[in-house]
Structure formats: structure tokens, C-alpha cells
């Protein structure tokens, strides 16, 4: 089991790797983003809790999901203290479990893109924003120790416009079913750059 009580950063490049297990569908992670809650302009957490942000400052081991750009619901796994903010965007992986439920929440595409990026791995787990507050370890969520992918690495995180400097995404190595780093057309050069 994992130490969720870890700050994002040293739990990320720890759960690369690990099982999500929800509805039916396994995914192993192979990509993942730390936020680091209050302290970073980059997270959901910056402004403090709102109304579609309470789940993000739950307990660790809390499911936040988030609907980014109207249509994809994204997933990450609150975790440091309690009331932090703080989280790990579950960006890609590869599904283990499941294959056929998988396909057919995202027919027609390549079973190497099932999960690749945060949008379409909350699909292939069937996650909605109702599912925002649920516990890992409860009611068929998981996320379990998973056989290690080889070299973790890392670098600046995807689409960030603020604190873009910080090494905070982390991917297996040579992953097929890693995505693809695309740097912010937002960024303003001195703007919270670290």
C-alpha cells in the first residue's frame, strides 16, 4: 500500500506503476502530475476551497475529479495532510483489466490510447463528476502496488501557464501510452515560472 499522506511530489513518481481499479477496468498508471495544493499557482487548490473543489481538500486517498474543457472528466488522488489541497493528476496508462468494458466506453480507438491523457483515462474507468469524494479502498476504487515500469522520469507538467518550471510530471520511460508533453501557448515568461 502506498503512504498517501506523502506530499505530491514524493508520492508521484512512487504510484507509476500502480493499479486503478474502478468499475470494472484495471489501468496501470504510467503517467501522473503532482500538484502541490495552497503553495502551488498551477493547482485547482490555489484559490482555497470552492464549491467544486471541496473533494480536493478532503482526506488522503480522496478521488477529485474535474471536468476540463467541458467534456472529459479528469481524476486525482488527494493525498499530503489533510485539507491541503494537495494531489496527483492521473494523466495515462495501460489497461490490465477489463479490456472489453474499456473498448466500448472509447470504441473505435487503439487499445494503446485507451487511457493515454487524463480525459481519456477517466473515461476508460467510467469515472463522472459524481464519482469527485470517493475513497480509494472503498466501494470497488482502488489503487494497488503494481509491478514497476522501469525508469520513472520526469519534467515540466502538461498545459500549465503558471509554475511551469517545476519538474512535478512523471512517466515510464519508453511507455507507448505515455502523452505527449505540450508546453502552454499561455505562459508568460517571469509569471510564477518556479
Known sequence: MYDLTLSSVELAPLIVGAL?????????LTEVEAYAGAEDPAAHAWRGPR?????LFGAPGTLYCYLSHGLHVCGNLVCGTGGGGSAI??????VVAGLDLARSRRPGVADVTLARGPGNLGRTLGWTLADSGRSFGSDGLEILPGVPTGTVLSGPRVGVSVAHGRPWRFWADGDPTVSAYRRS???????HDW
Open 20 to 28: 486503478v481499479r474502478n468499475g470494472g477496468v484495471t489501468v496501470q
Open 51 to 55: 464549491p467544486h473543489t471541496m473533494d
Open 89 to 94: 493528476l492521473l494523466r495515462a496508462g495501460r
Open 185 to 191: 501557448p499561455r505562459i508568460v515568461p517571469g509569471r
